[in-house]
T-cell receptor
Framework: AQKITQTQPGMFVQEKEAVTLDCTYDTSDPSYGLFWYKQPSSGEMIFLIY??????QNATEGRYSLNFQKARKSANLVISASQLGDSAMYFC?????????????FGQGTELSVKP | DAGVTQSPTHLIKTRGQQVTLRCSPK?????VSWYQQALGQEPQFIFQYYEEEERQRGNFPDRFSGHQFPNYSSELNVNALLLGDSALYLCASSLGSQNTEAFFGQGTRLTVV
């Protein structure tokens, strides 16, 4: 079974608008972390934001925020005020502390295109 | 503060050859993980090194091996290269295996011909 699911293969957003990238996960581990990465065409995997399973508040990092709904097992990334440079592939990943020893499990990715 | 650095950035090898990829972790990090990302796919975990030992391994054959040095840098070795080994190889570093941080290098793009 897929542990991380990103159901949007591609997304389009107008410059300066907000966009939400979906991510759902499946785990029985009580302790886990959720990561979002941006991968431009150059290939580098750029860390954006992290949410721990015990964190009470949603994580925010500048224009990035993570909408964490634990009961629904979702960890959507919200990008506010999109910029042309945000066009890239975005990956959601999970790290299970007890079950998987800390390795990152990635979703299939969402390709975001920002239109001027 | 240098981030994660990988070398080389690009590499072309012939089927059957052997290759070594290198990774220097972010300053202060002691754990290195390697991932393989085929074109159009998500990264797949190969293995993780901590305290110079392989601590965890993904579903990859023994042709894939690694090493971690006392300065925490790491090497990924692939023997008897197959065309299917063509991929972007990513190195990630963290402080311990369970840390909230996991930073990646720019990757090594390996092409097997």
């Amino acid at each position: 079974a897929q542990k991380i699911t990103q159901t949007q293969p591609g997304m389009f957003v107008q410059e300066k608008e907000a966009v939400t990238l979906d991510c759902t996960y499946d785990t029985s581990d009580p302790s886990y972390g959720l990561f979002w990465y941006k991968q431009p065409s150059s290939g580098e995997m750029i860390f954006l934001i992290y949410q721990g399973s015990y964190d009470q508040q949603n994580a925010t990092e500048g224009r990035y925020s993570l909408n964490f709904q634990k009961a629904r097992k979702s960890a959507n990334l919200v990008i506010s005020a999109s910029q042309l440079g945000d066009s890239a592939m975005y990956f959601c990943a999970m790290r299970e502390v007890y079950n998987q020893g800390g390795k990152l499990i990635f979703g299939q990715g969402t390709e975001l295109s920002v239109k001027p | 503060d240098a981030g994660v650095t990988q070398s080389p950035t690009h590499l072309i090898k012939t089927r059957g050859q052997q290759v070594t990829l290198r990774c220097s972790p972010k300053s202060g990090h002691d754990t290195v993980s390697w991932y393989q990302q085929a074109l159009g796919q998500e990264p797949q975990f190969i293995f993780q090194y901590y305290e110079e030992e392989e601590r965890q391994r993904g579903n990859f054959p023994d042709r894939f091996s690694g090493h971690q040095f006392p300065n925490y840098s790491s090497e990924l070795n692939v023997n008897a290269l197959l065309l299917g080994d063509s991929a972007l190889y990513l190195c990630a570093s963290s402080l311990g295996s369970q840390n909230t941080e996991a930073f990646f290098g720019q990757g090594t793009r390996l092409t097997v011909v």
